[in-house]
């Protein structure tokens, strides 16, 4: 069965997006290395350039996801990623109203308005046997209060942010136990997965 990862970029004092949502220093790491990434739907904006550890941490995550999860927040941010999502998945998106102008023809972006449940179960569906990455502070923060994430995996970026957008700013069951990380260090970036314990 699909796991459920909650996969996000933040600074090391946790915060996802700077006061004005920038989001430029949490994701600089992307573009520190000499080894080039190309998105599975082509785009020169999604061509990450990474050292060689981020590199292999990033082509085994392009590898084990199945299906994007995400709030209207994140999905608004990416424009809709034009349709389809840069690893060329199916993207769900939670949402209270379907935006203007959606769903759109050839697009592999679906909008979900019956809850965070209903979402990842339809994410698990298209994901069949890959991961679930869910993207975005709230629907993570949902999906961890809801008993639904299975992995945190979390790339600290070299950089404090002093205020912003909080990861793990409003979860109702606290603390959460969490199990032993795996931890990759890459250059202006460490990344750990750690497994939650529910």
Not at 26 to 48: A, C, K, L, Q, R
Not at 81 to 96: E, I, K, L, N, Q
Not at 118 to 144: D, R
């Amino acid at each position: 069965m699909a796991k459920v990862v909650a996969l996000m970029s933040m600074s090391l004092d946790g915060y996802v997006a700077d006061a004005n949502d920038g989001v430029d220093e949490v994701f600089d790491w992307y573009f520190s290395g000499d080894v080039e990434i190309p998105m599975p739907i082509p785009s020169p904006d999604f061509t990450f350039h990474v050292s060689a550890p981020s590199a292999d941490h990033v082509r085994g995550l392009m590898a084990e996801v199945g299906a994007f999860l995400t709030g209207r927040r994140t999905f608004d941010a990416a424009d809709g990623w034009g349709g389809r999502h840069p690893w060329d998945v199916p993207a769900f998106v939670v949402t209270h109203h379907v935006p203007d102008g959606w769903p759109r023809p050839d697009s592999t972006v679906q909008f979900v308005t019956d809850g965070i449940e209903s979402a990842v179960a339809q994410a698990k569906s298209a994901a069949g046997p890959k991961s679930v990455a869910v993207h975005g502070a709230q629907t993570i923060q949902e999906c961890l209060d809801s008993g639904l994430l299975d992995e945190i995996n979390v790339d600290v970026a070299a950089v404090l942010l002093g205020g912003g957008v909080r990861l793990f700013d409003h979860l109702a069951n606290t603390p959460a136990v969490l199990g032993n990380p795996t931890v990759v260090a890459g250059v202006g970036v460490t990344h750990l997965r750690y497994p939650v314990h529910t």
